[in-house]
T-cell receptor, first 115, second 113 residues
Framework: AQKVTQAQTEISVVEKEDVTLDCVYE???????LFWYKQPPSGELVFLIR??????QNEISGRYSWNFQKSTSSFNFTITASQVVDSAVYFC????????????FGTGTSLTVIP | NAGVTQTPKFQVLKTGQSMTLQCAQD?????MSWYRQDPGMGLRLIHY???????DQGEVPNGYNVSRSTTEDFPLRLLSAAPSQTSVYFC????????????FGSGTRLTVV
């Protein structure tokens, strides 16, 4: 069965520290897609990144980077030099081709960056 | 381009009342879904639709109805509100399955007293 686990419920870091948010997924499919969303205190859900199962290259976007490792079924998200504006709940999600519209969300990690 | 529009943003209901949460998207997306978000439980799927006239149940469908008469609109009806339905509700749409991510509405904070 498909499942996304975000074991870190809450994380607090001091501004300028690096922080990694963990995401572990389960799927039997060979073709699938992984996503990260950000939910700032204002409440909206914002798309950050999508990665497909055939592309294991790490991706960097400014202070954000993502590490996808199929061997450990993980898709971790690192924020370098964290800022107060990074304070949010971050959701990891899995989408595959064999379960219709199902889009599996993790339970989220609440990140607080302390100034 | 408005994306996904949800109304209202806030609502207080008394137990037993009914109401409809409105959702409209202008991206011509086939797939639309309703999620509820509760503390510590992430986002749980209530109902979804893969096209006009087609709807199906998600993980937590009890107490809710949906219909999809047009591609643009996907209203969520609470039949007889209960305190357990106090939550934040998100409507979302996506172009298709698989590689397509969701675009979310801004959410509706519902309180049932």
């Amino acid at each position: 069965a498909q499942k996304v686990t975000q074991a870190q419920t809450e994380i607090s870091v001091v501004e300028k520290e690096d922080v990694t948010l963990d995401c572990v997924y389960e799927t039997r499919d060979t073709t699938y897609y992984l996503f990260w969303y950000k939910q700032p205190p204002s409440g909206e859900l914002v798309f950050l990144i999508r990665r497909n199962s055939f592309d294991e290259q790490n991706e960097i976007s400014g202070r954000y980077s993502w590490n996808f490792q199929k061997s450990t079924s993980s898709f971790n998200f690192t924020i370098t030099a964290s800022q107060v504006v990074d304070s949010a709940v971050y959701f990891c999600a899995l989408s595959d081709l064999n379960t219709g519209n199902q889009f599996y969300f993790g339970t989220g990690t609440s990140l607080t960056v302390i100034p | 381009n408005a994306g996904v529009t949800q109304t209202p943003k806030f609502q207080v209901l008394k137990t037993g009342q009914s109401m409809t949460l409105q959702c409209a998207q202008d991206m011509n997306h086939e797939y639309m879904s309703w999620y509820r978000q509760d503390p510590g439980m992430g986002l749980r799927l209530i109902h979804y639709s893969v096209g006009a006239g087609i709807t199906d149940q998600g993980e937590v469908p009890n107490g809710y109805n949906v219909s999809r008469s047009t591609t643009e609109d996907f209203p969520l009806r609470l039949l007889s509100a209960a305190p357990s339905q106090t939550s934040v509700y998100f409507c979302a749409s996506r172009k298709g399955q698989g590689r397509y991510g969701y675009t979310f509405g801004s959410g509706t904070r519902l309180t049932v007293v």
